[in-house]
């Protein structure tokens, strides 16, 4: 019954690692988001995915990458991992771009050792 | 770009209470949406109210209601009847109504705590 499910709640790695989290809506939605939430609790976007058209924060690094196999799935791919990478992970999804509500998942709480 | 301003770090009040969250935003944009969304420790992100810009009519949910003020570019979110499990973060958004997939501009958010 979870409408936005992400794996895993936690993760624990070393820097150069890479390393994804993977996300699923069953809302039907046809737009799904990336958030990134730091150590202050500031949250901010990432990336935002829809009709296969993906709008990327500029301040991004490219070492992220969003994959989305199909409408209900919208992964997070980390290469290099760095310290400052370190945060809780946000997927979110909309049926409506920018004017509906946005559901989010539970975050997964990433570490960087 | 559009900026969200949570003046409040941080509210404690005694359980029963009504409390006020203040948010300001700027934005050029006529149209646009608003929200509220509540943090507890679980982490999960929920929605407490949304606002339509066009709307002139304050939304309300139950114990929440938003004082919208379009002119003055101010969004509180009034909790009457605070219970315990209102204590969390709360976080202020605001969302283009573009079409550019944007995503949601937040504010720092406000701790708020509910005192027995």
């Known amino acids: 019954d979870t409408a936005v499910s992400q794996t895993p709640k936690y993760l624990v ?14 809302l039907g939605h046809d737009t799904m988001y990336w958030y990134k939430q730091d150590s202050k609790k500031f949250l901010k976007i990432m990336f935002s995915y829809n009709n296969k058209e993906l709008i990327i924060n ?4 490219n070492r992220f990458s969003p994959k989305s196999p199909d409408k209900a799935h919208l992964n997070l791919h980390i290469n290099s991992l760095e310290l400052g990478d370190s945060a809780v992970y946000f997927c ?18 990433l570490t960087v050792l | 770009a559009q900026t969200v301003t949570q003046s409040q770090p941080e509210m404690s009040v005694q359980e029963a209470e009504t409390v006020t969250l203040s948010c ?44 919208f003020q379009k002119a ?16 969390a973060m709360y976080f202020c958004a605001f969302s283009s109504s573009g079409g550019g997939a944007d995503g949601l501009t937040f504010g720092k958010g406000t701790h708020l705590i509910i005192q027995p």
């Open chain 2, 24 to 67: 300001t935003y700027d934005t050029s944009e006529s149209n646009y949406y608003l929200f509220w969304y509540k943090q507890p420790p679980s982490r999960q992100m929920i929605l407490v109210i949304r606002q339509e810009a066009y709307k002139q009519q304050n939304a309300t949910e139950n114990r929440f209601s938003v004082n």
């Open chain 1, 58 to 61: 500029e301040t991004v690094p």
């Open chain 1, 92 to 109: 979110a999804s909309s049926q409506e771009v920018d004017t509906d509500t946005q559901y989010f998942g539970p975050g997964t709480r």
């Open chain 2, 72 to 87: 003055a570019k101010s969004f509180s979110l009034k909790i009457s009847d605070s219970q315990l499990g209102d204590t």
């Open chain 1, 13 to 26: 790695t070393q820097m150069g690692n890479d390393k994804s989290i993977k996300c699923e809506q069953n």
